[in-house]
């Protein structure tokens, strides 16, 4: 019986570390709170594409997706380097502060991009979320996408004019693991992407890229030029039913975890 015990045991053992190394353990989704950094002038908390925001501007909704998954979710307040990517898997950078949006931005530096490039470089997945013209600080941000490829144009299409949702509308959708089954999607005042290196387009509007990808390394980098997925359009709380956003965010969580590298960073 002991012996049988302690041959189980083993079993268990080896099932577990199987799991790890096939890509089963825990990945950890980690959100940036440094380069977009906004205070709520009426509650003086710190709001707009968080995980715990969970009006219109938050990012629960897309949070609560990942965790469905099995993913971790982590909120990254410091700027990016060796020691605040360590443990993380899939890296959000969403709308950088222009200083209408934060009195003291915290641009991303040259040290910071050479610290995410390194980590994408050595099997990081990166999501990197724009915004259109008014609404998004370009010069550093563009000196991030310089590292992979990656020019964001300073522009806005897709201008709605009130519930005239069909304005923003996407339907010519690419054979895509982020649109699998997806034909209508809603991209609101977006800006749109200059390609180069190995960068390619995902999402195209006639001549406008305004979704991009590219490996880097043993990485990966997908490019938006909205925040797109935040609650306020990520469900059909304000869109109508025939607009598929919550079916792409499903993929879209589902694909960039699977592109995640289990590796020792």
């Not at 609560?64 to 443990?87: E, H, M, Q, R």
């Not at 969580?253 to 590298?261: N, R």
């Amino acid at each position: 019986m002991k012996q049988d015990y302690f041959s189980l045991k083993g079993v268990i053992l080896l099932f577990i570390c199987a799991m790890a190394i096939n890509g089963f353990a825990q990945k950890t989704v980690g959100l940036d709170n440094w380069y977009n950094h906004e205070t709520n002038a009426k509650t003086g908390k710190i709001f707009h594409y968080t995980w715990d925001d969970t009006e219109n501007s938050g990012f629960s909704q897309l949070g609560d997706l990942f965790k469905s998954k099995g993913a971790a979710l982590k909120t990254i307040v410091v700027k990016a380097d060796k020691k605040s990517l360590t443990g993380v898997d899939v890296y959000i950078i969403v709308d950088p502060d222009t200083i209408t949006e934060s009195p003291k931005p915290n641009y991303i530096l040259p040290k910071d991009t050479k610290a995410i490039s390194a980590w994408v470089k050595k099997g990081g997945v990166l999501l990197i979320l724009a915004n259109d013209k008014p609404n998004c600080e370009f010069t550093h941000l563009n000196q991030l996408g310089k590292a992979f490829g990656l020019h964001f144009n300073p522009v806005t299409l897709n201008p709605v004019t009130g519930k005239d949702y069909n304005m923003a509308a996407e339907t010519n959708l690419p054979n895509h693991p982020l649109f699998k089954g997806v034909n209508k999607i809603y991209m609101k005042e977006v800006s749109s992407f200059s390609l180069s290196k190995d960068a390619k387009a995902v999402l195209t509007d006639k001549k406008d890229v305004l979704i991009a990808e590219t490996s880097f390394g043993k990485g990966y980098v997908l490019a938006v030029g909205d925040p797109w997925l935040y609650n306020e359009y990520i469900d059909h709380a304000m869109l109508p039913a025939d607009f598929e956003n919550l079916k792409a965010a499903n993929n879209l969580t589902e694909f960039l975890l699977s592109k995640v590298k289990q590796l020792k960073r």
